[in-house]
């Protein structure tokens, strides 16, 4: 099945917010309130930021929020930190694969 | 605390067989499904499969099924991802990954890389 859609790049300067977009279908972000997103850094296990949309993970910074509407996910960052400089990849149950889940494509986000 | 523990690097030939691990440790094995996700370089994450280790249902996605096999042993709280041929060189990062519940994989392994070359 094909990859949720995200946006390949996205960059801000610190302190800036920035969003990440994640685009699917009914049949996956807009059917359930199943998407996370993880962030990875090279080298460098995936970690869980937030799940079913808008859930942190104990530890994780509230400096991280999750939304959705409709079919598009989003992932916020705010107060953007040098160290937030990674890939990031969103997740989304699906009900197109036998499988269940999809990731999206992943986003790499630069702070300048 | 909640660990997945993974066996290490693996270098093999085309045509040769593999088997890589998961080892759960800290909680029961068997309450959590357990992912497979492979990473190669340069490229996004892909789910592989999932497994229930309670009754071993599992489920593979289009793009993996038939190529390898998930499986595990109860007695060890140990997963498994397995080929029985090894496909054209290349490089992969392999995870296990843990679900908890809805879209919380919460405990990764550290990975494991396989080096496929002549």
């Known amino acids: 099945q094909s990859a949720l859609t995200q946006p390949a790049s996205v960059s801000g300067s610190p302190g800036q917010s920035i969003t990440i977009s994640c685009t699917g279908t009914?049949?996956?972000?807009?059917?359930?309130?199943?998407v996370s997103w993880f962030q990875k850094h090279p080298g460098k296990v995936p970690k869980l930021m937030i799940y079913?949309?808008?859930n942190r993970p104990s530890g994780v910074s509230n400096r991280f929020s999750g939304s959705k509407s409709g079919n598009t996910a989003s992932l916020t960052i705010s107060g953007l930190q040098a160290e937030d400089e990674a890939d990031y990849y969103c997740n989304s149950y699906t009900t197109a694969s036998t499988l269940g889940w999809v990731f999206g494509g992943g986003t790499k986000l630069t702070v300048l | 605390e909640v660990q997945l523990v993974q066996s290490g690097t693996e270098v093999r030939k085309p045509g040769e067989s593999l088997k890589i691990s998961c080892k759960g440790i800290?909680?029961?094995?068997?309450?959590?499904?357990i992912a497979w996700v492979r990473q190669m370089p340069g490229k996004g994450l892909e789910w592989m499969g999932i497994m229930n280790p309670r009754d071993s249902d599992t489920r593979y996605s289009p793009s993996f099924q038939g190529q390898v096999t998930i499986s595990a042993d109860k007695s060890i709280s140990t997963a498994y991802l397995q080929w029985t041929s090894l496909k054209a060189p290349g490089t992969a990062m392999y995870y296990c990954v843990r679900q908890v519940s809805g879209s919380l994989f919460d405990s990764w392994g550290q990975g494991t890389l396989v080096t496929v070359s002549s």
């Open positions: 079913d949309v808008s």
């Open positions: 800290g909680y029961s094995f068997t309450s959590y499904w």
């Open positions: 009914s049949n996956d972000v807009g059917g359930y309130n199943y």
